[in-house]
């Protein structure tokens, strides 16, 4: 009689702990869903001047895109810039991402992940003014190019876009076909990712990958020249556009996170226009491994100090010759709490919970990432494209957060 008695009381158990555990569930979609729901504002910039932003569709007729599945197809991209703004009664903000491509990628994402982890991209709020005038505070702005992750959208670093515009600089970012996770063009056409253009993550990099992504290194610098080709036509013979004698080529750096960051070091090597660059948490790729720099870089990473395994072990040799390559003029930082999307506005658009849980974003606080890795950026910038004070020196003092790597 007594086993019965027993059983009775463990299925009992079980049942209530099922319904504990399923409530928990219900209770942690349910957060989930208030907070993909919820309005949010990104972090505003801290700059005196109002910030503008306006999209070209360059077509670099020179080169045909080896990574399209349709031959003899010409390179073409989306570009965005972010400048300082003069602000007039009609100016209107911009769209965080644009509905009709917002539309695409919630489509491509499905119900699930919109509804519980992913914020509709209608709920963020940026600062930029749609298409607004160039400031004329001054007769010409220092140029940064912005390099996105493999996946990203030039869109999903508008925070570090917006700082640095709001200081007096003209950033330019761009997306890249069959890399960017989709990309919408002005026609309506999508482009979606190719295991050409985006092989993809792996724990342990496979020779073919590495291939690849030493091919891309490539495309995507090329890239970079061919964007500020194109400034230079619309600072010298366009007299028709807002930007016509408003750049200063002659002091030109680049930034750049993950993938994007592997592209701005290759870029300082590939075209002396390059004055100085920032990988942000990027692994390198490219020549720039074997033959070093001779211009001012820094190493804004997330803290992989615990990380032993092969892979990370040569990610951090290939940094290591670079930096020791490099002059007097150089950094490599190390963010505690930051992980690899800190370095993005990412935190802004995912759950928080499952963001953390799988590693995306760190402890370090998404505003508070932010603003470290925006003052790590402005005072670079600051002191090797306008020749201002020695910024860098005193960052571990106003940030606890950051580190510097012994070398």
């Not at 290194?217 to 194109?230: E, G, H, Q, T, Y």
């Not at 709490?337 to 953390?356: C, I, M, T, W, Y």
């Amino acid at each position: 009689m007594k086993i019965p008695t027993l059983l009775k009381r463990f299925l009992k158990l079980v049942r209530y702990g099922m319904l504990f555990f399923v409530g928990l569930i219900v209770i942690a979609l349910f957060s989930f869903w208030i907070e993909m729901k919820s309005e949010v504002t990104l972090p505003a910039p801290t700059g005196s001047l109002a910030v503008g932003r306006t999209a070209f569709h360059w077509v670099d007729s020179t080169r045909t895109d080896s990574l399209t599945p349709e031959p003899h197809t010409k390179r073409e991209l989306m570009v965005w810039i972010w400048y300082p703004a003069s602000i007039t009664g009609s100016d209107r903000t911009v769209e965080y991402i644009p509905a009709d491509l917002s539309k695409a990628l919630n489509a491509k994402r499905g119900a699930l992940l919109n509804t519980f982890t992913t914020r509709d991209a209608a709920k963020i709020h940026a600062h930029s003014l749609q298409d607004a005038a160039v400031a004329d505070d001054r007769p010409s702005y220092p140029v940064v190019l912005l390099r996105s992750a493999i996946g990203t959208l030039a869109t999903d670093y508008t925070t570090f876009a917006e700082e640095l515009a709001s200081h007096g600089y003209i950033v330019v970012g761009s997306d890249a076909p069959y890399s960017t996770w989709l990309m919408r063009f002005p026609d309506g056409r999508l482009v979606d990712r190719t295991h050409a253009g985006n092989p993809g993550e792996a724990a342990e990099l496979s020779q073919q990958t590495e291939r690849i992504l030493e091919r891309l290194v490539r495309i995507w610098s090329a890239d970079a020249r061919f964007i500020l080709d194109r400034l230079e036509e619309l600072n010298s013979t366009d007299t028709l556009s807002r930007f016509h004698g408003r750049s200063d080529l002659g002091s030109v750096g680049v930034m750049g996170h993950s993938f994007g960051g592997a592209t701005a070091a290759q870029f300082c090597v590939d075209d002396p226009r390059c004055k100085a660059g920032v990988d942000m948490d990027g692994a390198p790729y490219g020549t720039v491994v074997q033959d070093g720099l001779t211009k001012p870089f820094m190493f804004l990473l997330a803290d992989h100090a615990e990380e032993m395994d092969p892979t990370s072990m040569r990610i951090k040799s290939r940094i290591a010759a670079i930096y020791n390559s490099l002059p007097a003029s150089r950094s490599w930082i190390y963010l505690e709490g930051a992980q690899h999307f800190n370095f993005s506005d990412l935190p802004f658009q995912k759950e928080v919970f499952s963001s953390r849980l799988f590693g995306f974003t760190g402890s370090i606080g998404d505003r508070r990432g932010m603003e470290v890795i925006s003052s790590c950026l402005l005072a670079f910038f600051d002191e090797h494209l306008k020749g201002g004070a020695h910024g860098m020196e005193d960052l571990g003092e106003r940030y606890p957060e950051i580190g510097f790597a012994a070398q």
